[in-house]
């Protein structure tokens, strides 16, 4: 069983900061590609960073030079530092990682979400 549980969201004002992090728990043998994805008010889910293993970032170009994703590979965490806020960026973020997982015999490969946590950016 694999988990993922976000934390760092909130009631924020305008111009103002937030960080974003997200714990991978469970019986896992390898984390591959992590990202974070969010989702507003009668919108659509949609990309907001990605970070694959051994490859380039790709920020959604509505938060590139505002917000950084970054991982910590020993405690199977990311994070997404989130600057200058605006309130369009007010929307549940979820957390996603591909992970192998099982026995190193007997595995499987599939993406896993979290939760999400709230982000509002209100004055």
């Known amino acids: 069983q694999v988990q993922l549980v976000e934390s760092g969201g909130g009631l924020v004002q305008p111009g103002g900061s937030l960080r974003l992090s997200c714990v991978v728990s469970?019986?896992?043998?390898?984390?591959?590609?992590m990202g974070w994805y969010r989702q507003a008010p009668g919108k659509q889910r949609e990309l907001v960073a990605t970070?694959?293993?051994?490859?380039?970032?790709k920020y959604a170009d509505s938060v590139k030079g505002r917000f950084t994703i970054s991982r910590d590979i020993a405690k199977n965490t990311v994070y997404l530092q989130a600057n200058s806020l605006e309130p369009e960026d007010t929307a549940i973020y979820y957390c996603?990682?591909?992970?192998?997982?099982?026995?190193?015999?007997?595995?499987?490969?599939?993406?896993?979400w979290g939760q999400g946590t709230q982000v509002t950016v209100s004055s």
């Open positions: 996603t990682a591909n992970v192998r997982s099982g026995m190193p015999w007997n595995y499987k490969e599939r993406d896993y």
């Open positions: 469970g019986s896992i043998l390898r984390i591959n590609d």
């Open positions: 970070m694959p293993t051994g490859g380039r970032t």
